[in-house]
């Protein structure tokens, strides 16, 4: 079955520090990868998205994710974590007619000051 | 703020009752879709409207249904509630379907059954 996998639940990172959340995927074809943000009590916001084109993406509040058609990861990096980047992060695909979003398990960031 | 509106916001209620979500799109989505989050389940497609028909189904209940109306706002009606039914239910709305669309969720209506 096609999916997204997040294998970590926590990420705990140093302000300042680099982050990375990681994603593998498992879908066939071309996938269209998503990444997205909840804050508590909060819906999810859109991050950033991969459809096709250059592997590294830009997106929101500094975010980038990088897609290793190889490795079959589309993981989502920051060079200099916030406090305030402490949040639940879901990775998702598109698939089927409708274009639903299949999301992963989602990894809970820290950002310790 | 995405441009997409839920309400009410908190709903609680006992088990055996019927409630209504209500959904609005951002101004010129056309496609609509309802999400459930839960600790057990994680985060999961519910139904797709698309300009007032419905296009796919993902785990809904029969229990459960919705509607999109010819102004675009949607409304997911869940009946016979159970305590497994508290969750929160997040409406998400995109311009088209297609591949590449991002979708933009609202705040999302959390629903407690006692």
């Known amino acids: 079955a096609q999916s997204v996998a997040q294998p970590e639940d926590q990420v705990n990172v140093a302000e300042g520090n680099p982050l990375t959340v990681k994603c593998t995927y498992s879908?066939?074809?071309?996938?269209?990868l998503f990444w997205y943000v909840q804050y508590p009590n909060r819906g999810l916001q859109f991050l950033l998205k991969y459809i096709t084109g250059d592997n590294l993406v830009k997106g929101s509040y500094g975010f980038e994710a990088e897609f290793n058609k190889s490795q079959t990861s589309f993981h989502l990096k920051k060079p200099s974590a916030l406090v305030s980047d402490s949040a639940l992060y879901f990775c998702a695909f598109s698939r089927g007619s409708a274009r639903q979003l299949t999301f992963g398990s989602g990894t809970q960031l820290t950002v310790l000051p | 703020d995405s441009g997409v509106t839920q309400t009410p916001k908190h709903l609680i209620t006992a088990t055996g009752q019927r409630v209504t979500l209500r959904c609005s799109p951002r101004?010129?989505?056309?496609?609509v879709y309802w999400y459930q989050q839960s600790l057990d389940q994680g985060l999961q497609f519910l139904i797709q409207y698309y300009n007032g028909e419905e296009r796919a189904k993902g785990n809904i209940l029969e229990r459960f249904s919705a509607q999109q109306f010819p102004d675009l706002h949607s409304e997911l009606n869940l009946s016979s509630l159970e305590l497994g039914d508290s969750a929160l239910y997040f409406c998400?709305?995109?311009?088209?379907?297609?591949?590449?669309?991002?979708?933009?969720f609202g705040p999302g209506t959390r629903l407690l059954v006692l």
């Open positions: 879908v066939s074809g071309n996938p269209y």
């Open positions: 101004s010129g989505d056309l496609s």
């Open positions: 998400a709305s995109s311009e088209t379907t297609g591949h590449q669309e991002t979708q933009y």
